[in-house]
């Protein structure tokens, strides 16, 4: 089945570590996303990417890398620099072109803890 | 001030009753506008999807779009336990795909037995 795939489920993360989130789709979608929710702020978008070997910042992306080597892939890594990282983390893809926006498909979800 | 806001919740309501959702937005370039439902630890999926004003009804669900008051709706009939869940209206100002979507804080809806 088609769909996109996020690992671990569960983090927890050290201050002071850099940790890095999985995200993998094989729905064959140009574009993909990171968001962050928080309780009762909704999703935030932190970066997304288009195309392979191009990414764009989102509203939030302090403390936080991405790379995407292949159009499959696209981890994020948060760093220590992040302040506040604890949070859900919500990966997406969606088709490129001159679509509506419809065609979002997102992950089950990390959830990433600092102790 | 936040760009679309929706009422946290919870909103709890009896097995069959109509439940009624909604989100306002401020920013008058958004065209696209959907609905998700997120259960618990899980990731959003989408329910309704909307262009322009105008009402889309799927099934038990009715999406309606007023751009001209900028405020959207999402109304859920014969509503059953299992459409428990945090209901998200978000949007986009963009046709092009790979576009970002804004999203509205989520209203948590309990449906009791």
């Known amino acids: ?115 | 001030q936040k760009e679309v806001e929706q009422d946290p919740g919870p909103l709890s309501v009896p097995e069959g009753a109509i439940v009624s959702l909604n989100c306002t937005y401020s920013n008058s370039a958004f065209q696209y506008f959907m609905w998700y439902r997120q259960y618990s630890r899980k990731g959003p999926e989408l329910l309704m999807y909307t262009y322009s004003s105008g009402n889309k009804e799927d099934g038990r669900f009715t999406a309606q779009v007023d751009k001209s008051s900028k405020y959207i709706s999402l109304f859920i009939r014969d509503s059953q336990p299992s459409d428990s869940a945090t209901y998200l209206c978000a949007m986009s100002a963009s046709k092009a795909a790979g576009n970002k979507l804004t999203f509205g804080g989520g209203t948590r809806v309990l449906v009791k037995p």
Not at chain 1, 32 to 58: A, E, H, T
Not at chain 1, 93 to 106: A, C, E, K, L, M
Request: net charge neutral; proline share 6%.
């Open chain 1, 1 to 115: 089945d088609g769909g996109i795939t996020q690992s671990p489920k569960y983090l927890f993360r050290k201050e002071g570590q850099n940790v890095t989130l999985s995200c993998e789709q094989n729905l064959n979608h140009d574009a993909m996303y990171w968001y962050r929710q928080d309780p009762g702020q909704g999703l935030r978008l932190i970066y997304y990417s288009q195309i392979v070997n191009d990414f764009q910042k989102g509203d939030i992306a302090e403390g936080y890398s991405v790379s995407r080597e292949k159009k499959e892939s696209f981890p994020l890594t948060v760093t220590s620099a992040q302040k506040n990282p604890t949070a859900f983390y919500l990966c997406a893809s969606s088709p490129r072109g001159d679509r509506p926006p419809d065609g979002y498909t997102f992950g089950s979800g990390t959830r990433l803890t600092v102790v």
